[in-house]
């Protein structure tokens, strides 16, 4: 059902987007500046400093996986029609440079981790090559960069929108001044040892060093690696050694494998985390904040007890 | 060398049920291989292989990870080839290979718009890729119920199937068993092939079926003792390649996979029965 729903969607969307194309351009070119963010936790910042002034296009949509994602010619169209493109960096999106190169685009590609210090990955005696863990986000410090950064770019792209721009970037930065607080209270009320748990993919490391909290993943940093039986025994030795109490799920990765762990080991399944992606507009995790919030419920929930 | 061999199986409940599914595999998958490859259908397999692929993820978009959706999906998908090919093939001038390269082909395509039609990306490497380390109750029960209505099916079919290998138009000339039989046998295929791409992938679900039968040929004269050797060959594959994935952390289903080329690599070589050796050691002239 939620299938066929998300099919009806697309259907709408590509309606609309005849729709938009099929308007004159002149009328276009006094609304909204025409914006493009990789992916929907990016593509949420932007919204919030842009406000009405931008309209953001998404390349990777809510639940989808930027590792892995398939670029196609509607999204170099995407690209060519922009003015300005926000991505993640940190080789997060392997495709984009070619995709922007393809698309033939005049816009600005602004890379909105500027200025954070990248995390190495941590992999002690992994063989696949060390790399930048692009998953800078999940740190609300980092998150107040990006917003940063994204006010900068959109000041210069549309000087006449300096204003609303800094108002709103104020504004979104309380608010996200609100979540950490409660992130910090929430992990604050979970005994310092039972902070830790097992996810399925390794995207928590900006999180677990800013707030204090070990996350151990039975994969490597990309979803597109595919895991081992040795790696799979290494994770249920340590869960059992290391009385590690709780395995989370994640939105994007093989809930299959998870389970298995879980009945092998009797750790606690957790919910659902989301670490790449939002989820659909109406889920509980449909921007940034409220991400971040329900990350933080759903760690509570599963440590306290 | 316990530690080596056992023990990994001992300690770990998902390698034993990563045995477990890599025997029913092979108990299910070679003998249907060893009757391809006979009948010179050994692509056929592959083919089948990626037209199951859309199914399985029309099965994924519509209920996420669900077995029984997936499962469904993939037989319904392999089921509409095989017999609209078959059915082209009977009625019209074109030969089989080319009605199923047509029929698999739009299939597969119709499977990547369907995908991308839902716009997110799920991680579809999950279907591709399969994963016997993550083999649960139901999945097990599944590939084993598999492999036993393989098993009785080809008893029962036996003699009818073996005359359809050898000399299809004889059967045809002497009783109407004929395309029963070669429907039965193509909905073997497909169920192994579901079975297996639970386990090893879509990608990978051939390669048991297939590569154990091709590596059995060298071994062997008669069928009977080509099955044995192909199921023996698959289990072996299985077991090694999952102790290779253990030590050496290589990925699991390739690497089971792989150990069945390797088994392949040293049949054609070695082999007894029209292998590579004859040109190299010649045999006895048998003298009146």
Not at chain 1, 89 to 110: C, H, Q, Y
Not at chain 2, 133 to 147: C, F, K, P, S, V
Not at chain 2, 188 to 215: C, D, Q, R, S, Y
Request: contains cysteine; hydrophobic residues 55%.
């Amino acid at each position: 059902m939620k299938a066929f729903m998300s099919i009806r969607r697309s259907i709408f969307a590509v309606l609309y987007a005849a729709i938009a194309v099929a308007l004159p351009a002149a009328a276009r070119a006094q609304e909204k500046l025409p914006v493009v963010a990789t992916f929907s936790i990016l593509g949420d910042f932007v919204k919030n400093v842009g406000g009405d002034r931008v309209s953001v296009t998404l390349l990777v949509g809510p639940e989808g996986d930027a590792h892995v994602y398939q670029p196609s010619p509607a999204d170099a169209k995407k690209l060519a029609a922009a003015k300005v493109i926000f991505v993640n960096g940190f080789k997060f999106e392997g495709w984009i440079e070619r995709l922007i190169k393809a698309s033939g685009t005049k816009a600005s590609v602004v890379v909105a981790t500027k200025g954070i210090k990248p995390r190495e990955m941590a992999d002690e005696d992994h063989d696949h090559e060390q790399g930048v863990d692009p998953h800078a986000w999940q740190s609300i410090a980092n998150a107040r960069v990006y917003v940063a950064n994204i006010r900068d770019a959109l000041v210069v792209a549309d000087p006449g929108g300096k204003e609303t721009y800094e108002k709103n970037t104020a504004d979104y930065l309380a608010k996200l001044a609100a979540v950490e607080a409660e992130v910090k209270e929430g992990i604050a009320k979970i005994p310092a040892a039972r902070r830790k748990i097992i996810t399925s993919h390794d995207a928590f490391g900006y999180f677990g060093a800013a707030y204090g909290f070990e996350f151990i993943a039975p994969q490597g940093v990309s979803t597109e690696t595919e895991i081992s039986a040795r790696d799979v025994a290494k994770i249920i030795r340590q869960i059992k050694t290391q009385k590690i109490p709780a395995v989370f799920l994640e939105n994007i990765s093989d809930p299959r494998l998870m389970q298995r762990i879980a009945d092998e080991t009797g750790a606690k399944i957790g919910g659902k985390i989301y670490s790449d992606s939002l989820s659909a507009a109406g889920g509980t995790a449909s921007t940034y904040i409220d991400m971040m919030r329900h990350n933080i419920r759903q760690l509570s929930a599963a440590l306290t007890s | 060398m316990y530690d080596f061999l056992i023990a990994p199986f001992v300690e770990f409940e998902f390698m034993r049920r990563a045995l477990v599914g890599a025997f029913a595999l092979a108990l299910g998958g070679a003998p249907v291989g060893v009757f391809l490859m006979l009948r010179r259908m050994s692509l056929t397999g592959d083919a089948m292989a990626h037209a199951i692929l859309p199914g399985a993820a029309v099965g994924f978009l519509v209920s996420g990870l669900s077995l029984f959706a997936m499962t469904v999906g993939g037989i319904v998908a392999g089921f509409t080839v095989a017999l609209g090919a078959g059915l082209v093939a009977r009625s019209t001038e074109l030969k089989e290979d080319a009605s199923l390269a047509a029929f698999y082909l739009v299939s597969l395509a119709l499977g990547v718009l369907i995908v991308s039609l839902k716009g997110s990306n799920i991680d579809l490497l999950h279907v591709l890729f399969g994963s016997v380390l993550a083999l649960d109750d139901a999945t097990l029960i599944l590939i084993a119920g598999i492999a036993t209505i393989s098993l009785l099916t080809l008893a029962i079919l036996w003699r009818p199937l073996v005359l359809e290998c050898v000399d299809p138009n004889f059967l045809r000339s002497v009783s109407g068993a004929g395309a029963p039989t070669h429907l039965a046998f193509l909905a073997l295929m497909v169920l192994n092939l579901v079975g297996a791409f639970h386990g090893l992938g879509t990608l990978l679900a051939v390669g048991l079926m297939m590569l154990p039968a091709a590596a059995a040929r060298f071994w062997a004269k008669d069928l009977t003792s080509m099955i044995v050797i192909a199921v023996a060959v698959a289990v072996v594959s299985g077991v090694v390649g999952l102790l290779v994935s253990y030590h050496s952390g290589a990925a699991a289903g390739p690497a089971i996979i792989l150990v069945a080329g390797v088994f392949y690599v040293v049949s054609v070589v070695l082999g007894p029965v029209g292998g590579l050796r004859r040109h190299f050691v010649p045999g006895r002239h048998l003298e009146a």
